[in-house]
Nanobody, 126 residues
Framework: QVQLVESGGGLVQTGGSLRLSCAASGRTISRYAMGWFRQAPGKEREFVAAISRSGNTNYADSVKGRFTISRDNAKNTVALQMNSLKPEDTAVYYC????????????????????WGQGTQVTVSS
């Protein structure tokens, strides 16, 4: 079983940047496809970005060109670099792990992930 802890959230102005980090423990993340999701108040949790075991990536249309997901298996971490932030990016951001059998699989639905972190708040002021 893998445990996930997010960090790096905070308050930033429109147009600013933040880098979220997800630290894993208990198991190596090389066994997992990894994803980031977010949930704004009163809204459903939504997909943001994901990276397969082999490094394939997938992004929600709303963040393409602004966000970048990456993984460092040696450090057992996953990062989400967020640039050109907008007020609509305000949400709690969650890291998730999917024990994917195949190296290239990228999962974009929350039901596909078995393990979740506690979340980190990102607030973008206008």
């Amino acid at each position: 079983q893998v445990q996930l802890v997010e960090s790096g959230g905070g308050l930033v102005q429109t147009g600013g940047s933040l880098r979220l980090s997800c630290a894993a423990s208990g198991r190596t993340i090389s066994r997992y496809a990894m994803g980031w999701f977010r949930q704004a108040p009163g809204k459903e949790r939504e997909f943001v970005a994901a990276i397969s075991r082999s490094g394939n990536t997938n992004y929600a249309d709303s963040v393409k060109g602004r966000f970048t997901i990456s993984r460092d298996n040696a450090k057992n971490t996953v990062a989400l670099q967020m640039n050109s932030l907008k007020p609509e990016d305000t949400a709690v951001y969650y890291c998730a792990a999917d024990e994917a059998l195949y190296l290239t699989v990228v999962t974009t639905t929350s039901s596909g992930y078995e393990y979740w972190g506690q979340g980190t708040q990102v607030t973008v002021s206008s």
